[in-house]
């Protein structure tokens, strides 16, 4: 039988196949290269990466679901959370904080210490506009939506700009209601 | 003798995209296979409004005199519009993928089952960057675990 109630996070990471840490960096570089060729400008490469990163998380989302044995959360605070502890910690072995919370409990910040994306890497110059990790906000922003909540996403803290975290702000901009009652006739 | 007659996968619109029948008996052709799905997915909806308690997420199980049809519905899903014609109302209502078994009354354990094949899934329906969302499926792989999963599923019953 499943367990029940939720699965930590490190025992989810213990227990899925895992590719060599610096294979998966070394590939993320190469992508995020490419399209800084292929497109020219930083700003189209920002634009591609979270449009590349919402196409990963609607399909992440049942996997991440399907292993965590997460149910639903009761509030954004909890679904903050849970990316946070169990997500980060599922996908990318490390944990993120959340914090900053605003007073309606719609906006908050997830802290990344430590980004394993980001271990090769220094911006150059030419390339100082570019969110390098805009692929984890495109994620984050996918699943959430695919469980119907509209979020913005946007990069606070960046380490290749110097910064001493790195710090995704989570904004929510529609939840749409699961139960009862429904607002009928919209 | 076979415990599992059939399995289905419906996607979020109520449109049949995996249909796989196991043993001679409860085999279906294909038009009835896709009625099936289309009916499960109106009633699996209607059961959520019939409810007299708020928080109700579906039928979960249905008995019968000859079979049971277990289902499992995935957290994710869209928001879709249903027109009542009793109350002339229309309703929103959060639909995911579905996934259900029918199988001989009384097997036991199908809840597990269901989670496993909605990993399996996951894997490997889901990461396949071929495949498109809410299409049929067509994977290989996931038909060979699928079909190893339901292997193992009976060897365990056998042996209970």
Same mark, same amino acid.
């Given at each position: ?25 070394? +590939?993320?570089?190469? /992508? ?25 998380? /609607? ?7 399907? !292993? ?17 502890? /169990?997500?980060? !910690?599922?996908?990318? =072995? ?11 409990? +719609? ?30 906000? =495109? ?10 909540? !509209? ?36 | 003798?076979?415990?599992? $007659?059939?399995?289905?996968?419906? &996607?979020?619109?109520? @449109?049949?995209? %995996? $249909? ?5 008996? @409860?085999?279906?052709?294909? &038009? ?19 409810? *007299? ?18 289902? %499992?519905?995935?957290?994710?899903? $869209?928001?879709?519009?249903? %027109? %009542? ?10 639909? @995911? ?26 894997? $490997?329906?889901?990461? &396949? ?6 299409? *049929? ?7 060979? &675990? ?15």
């Amino acid at each position: 039988m499943p367990p029940v109630g939720p699965r930590s996070g490190d025992a989810i990471f213990a227990n899925v196949e895992r590719v060599n840490a610096e294979l998966f960096t070394l +590939t993320y570089g190469a /992508i995020v290269r490419q399209l800084l060729t292929d497109l020219e400008e930083v700003e189209e490469v920002n634009k591609q990466l979270d449009q590349m990163g919402y196409n990963i998380g /609607i399909r992440l989302i049942d996997e991440f679901l399907a !292993k965590s044995n997460v149910s639903r959360c009761v509030d954004f605070k909890e679904t903050a959370e849970v990316i946070a502890k /169990i997500g980060f !910690k599922m996908f990318l =072995g490390v944990t993120a904080s959340v914090t900053n919370w605003d007073a309606d409990g +719609t906006c908050c910040s997830i802290v990344l210490e430590d980004n394993p994306l980001v271990d090769f890497v220094e911006l150059p110059d030419t390339c100082q506009g570019l969110y390098y990790c805009n692929i984890l906000s =495109g994620v984050v922003r996918g699943a959430l939506e695919m469980v119907s909540m !509209k979020t913005e996403i946007s990069w606070i803290r960046d380490m290749l700009r110097g910064d001493d975290a790195f710090e995704l702000q989570v904004k929510l901009l529609k939840q749409v209601p699961e139960e009862y009652p429904y607002k009928d006739d919209e | 003798m076979a415990a599992i $007659y059939s399995l289905y996968i419906i &996607n979020k619109s109520g @449109g049949l995209i %995996f $249909y796989k029948d196991y043993g001679s008996s @409860g085999r279906m052709d294909t &038009n009835d296979s896709l009625r099936v799905a289309s009916l499960w997915h109106s009633m699996h909806a209607i059961s959520q409004q019939l409810s *007299p308690i708020s928080g109700c997420f579906g039928i979960e199980l249905l008995q019968a005199d000859t079979f049971d049809l277990h289902c %499992f519905q995935s957290l994710t899903g $869209y928001i879709s519009l249903l %027109f %009542f014609f009793l109350s002339k109302k229309v309703t929103r209502m959060i639909q @995911g993928t579905k996934f259900f078994v029918v199988c001989e009354p009384g097997t036991q354990h199908m809840e597990g089952l269901l989670k496993h094949i909605y990993e399996l899934y996951t894997d $490997y329906v889901l990461k &396949n960057p071929f495949y498109e969302m809410e299409m *049929p499926i067509r994977c290989e792989l996931f038909d060979i &675990n699928l079909t190893q999963a339901i292997q193992k599923d009976r060897v365990a019953l056998l042996a209970r």
